[in-house]
């Protein structure tokens, strides 16, 4: 399997850009080349867009990889990886692409740096259709650190749609093994922390999405008392946007929504708190915009990983199927549905030994 060239439908599923985020980083580890077609099909603008294409670079950068049909709009391309090298980075997205999506392309090889790395990268920290500044920083790198990376993470400065100009910060150490996981049952919660920032818009804004969110989550069972801060950003583009963070004993969650030209801000802030509210009815522990994320990881874990989501989504089923295509192993991940009505996942980590990727 090691020098078979996979053949990927991009329309597979959700048939998003995560398939080749995925297939991406899998390829650059287990040296496995591929040829994914059909790329973002499922999409108004299909083919590859500017912040895939910075995707592509770095990851062929870090591998050597050779790369065929990288350019904007493309449908298809052909990826094939060499040796890892590990170095310092600096990623620039020359328009408003996820800081959080570029790096959640990499951050799976940096598991195998002998070396601290510092990986700067610039374009939209906060753009639709990918994760909030917050919950990369404040949900998906606290993850990734309980189950064994060193990683840090800051938002040097935010960056809104359309001229980006944003800065997310990586500072890895080293991650020896990924440890597998068991949450099933979800913890009491303890904290719901919050902020709604504006940037080249009244604050005003702010604070009545803020109000908003402390009336819709008033009423909570149990009662916590929710700390909310208005802020005021100085970004190259006009934005607003809000974000809420849960916090289970030590389990986050995370949920935000930007602002929109004519959405009223109660509007903007009802988004938010009505997502969190879902989750919370449930008793799940990882929530489902994080579900789909670990995947990669814990199939680096040694042994049975298994955790519970509030939803199994086509993103999280796609992401199985991609990962399963590269271990060549259609049986590593199974999903259920507990009585609660909670669904559960299991992953059989194949231990970070598994490839035995090639090291400059």
């Known amino acids: 399997m090691k020098n078979s060239q996979l053949v990927i439908d991009g329309s597979t599923g ?4 995560q398939i080749l985020r995925t297939a991406l980083a899998l ?3 287990s040296s496995i080349p591929f040829t994914i077609y059909n790329i973002r099909s499922n999409r108004k603008n299909p083919g590859l867009q500017s912040q895939h294409l910075s995707c ?4 062929a950068k870090i591998c050597n990889a050779n790369v065929e049909g990288n350019f904007l709009h493309s449908s298809e391309i052909e990826f094939y990886p060499n040796s890892l090298k590990f170095e310092n980075l600096q990623i620039k997205c020359d328009t408003a692409g996820s800081t959080s ?14 070396t601290s790395l510092t990986i700067s990268i610039f374009g939209g920290t906060d753009v639709l259709y990918s994760p909030p500044s917050e919950f990369f920083s404040s949900v998906f790198v606290p993850f990734l650190n309980s189950i ?3 990683v840090k993470s800051q938002i040097v400065r935010v960056g809104f749609y359309p001229k980006g100009a944003g800065q997310l910060l990586i500072n890895f150490k080293d991650c020896k093994k990924i440890n597998k996981l068991s949450l099933i049952k979800r913890e009491k919660l303890e904290h719901l ?4 920032s504006v940037s080249g818009l009244p604050l005003d804004i702010a604070q009545r999405m803020k109000s908003q969110m402390l009336l819709d ?12 801060k208005t802020e005021l950003l100085n970004c190259e583009s006009a934005g607003c946007k809000n974000f809420l963070l849960s916090d289970y004993s030590g ?6 929504s930007l602002g929109e030209k004519g959405k009223p801000a109660n509007k903007v802030a009802n988004i938010t708190t009505d997502e969190y509210l879902r989750f919370h009815k449930t008793n799940a522990c990882i929530q489902s915009h994080l579900a789909d994320q670990i995947l990669i990881y814990l199939s680096f874990s040694e042994g049975v990983s298994e955790f519970t989501t509030d939803e199994v989504s086509s993103h999280l089923s796609t992401n199985a199927q991609i990962i399963s295509k590269f271990y060549d192993d259609q049986s590593m991940f199974e999903f259920s549905e507990l009585e609660n009505g909670t669904k559960l996942v299991k992953i059989k980590g194949k231990g970070k030994n598994f490839f035995k990727p090639i090291i400059e």
């Not at 389990?251 to 935000?256: S, V, W």
């Open 14 to 17: 959700e048939g998003g850009g």
């Open 27 to 29: 390829s650059a580890i």
């Open 56 to 59: 592509i670079d770095a990851c």
């Open 101 to 114: 999506l570029i790096a959640q392309t990499i951050l799976p090889l940096f598991m195998f740096s002998k």
């Open 148 to 150: 064994g990376y060193n």
């Open 193 to 196: 922390t919050g902020s709604c």
């Open 217 to 228: 989550l008033a009423n909570l069972s149990p009662p916590v008392s929710p700390k909310i």
């Open 251 to 256: 389990i986050f969650a995370g949920f935000g």
